[in-house]
Nanobody, 124 residues
Framework: QVQLVETGGGLVQAGGSLRLSCAAS????????MGWFRQTPGQEREFVAG????????YYTDSVKGRFTISRDNAKNTVFLQMNTLKPEDTGVYYC?????????????????WGQGTQVTVSS
């Protein structure tokens, strides 16, 4: 069982930056691929970024490429999402997720554990 807790959300103006963190419990964090998703009211939860278990491979949805960076610190059981040049359309609840599949995972149904989410609001 893995428990995930996201922090770092908030209100920011367009063009600003935020750094999300996701702390995981358990001793097997380094065996999980990790991902960040976001969701807005009435919309499905969408993939934002993913990283493999060792941190050597990452993948991003097109709308955030060049602006967001996912990284992980396996020694601290934490995954990060650095978000720069934020846009109003980045607004949503951001969820951290863990997958038992070690490679980068894009599909949300491939993830086994989810955090409670953290709100990110980007004002124009």
């Amino acid at each position: 069982q893995v428990q995930l807790v996201e922090t770092g959300g908030g209100l920011v103006q367009a063009g600003g930056s935020l750094r999300l963190s996701c702390a995981a419990s358990g001793r097997t964090f380094s065996t999980y691929a990790m991902g960040w998703f976001r969701q807005t009211p009435g919309q499905e939860r969408e993939f934002v970024a993913g990283i493999n278990s060792h941190g050597g491979t990452t993948y991003y949805t097109d709308s955030v490429k060049g602006r967001f960076t996912i990284s992980r610190d396996n020694a601290k059981n934490t995954v990060f999402l650095q978000m720069n040049t934020l846009k109003p359309e980045d607004t949503g609840v951001y969820y951290c997720a863990a997958s038992k599949i070690r490679t980068v995972v894009i599909g949300r149904y491939e993830y086994d554990y989810w955090g409670q989410g953290t709100q990110v609001t980007v004002s124009s």
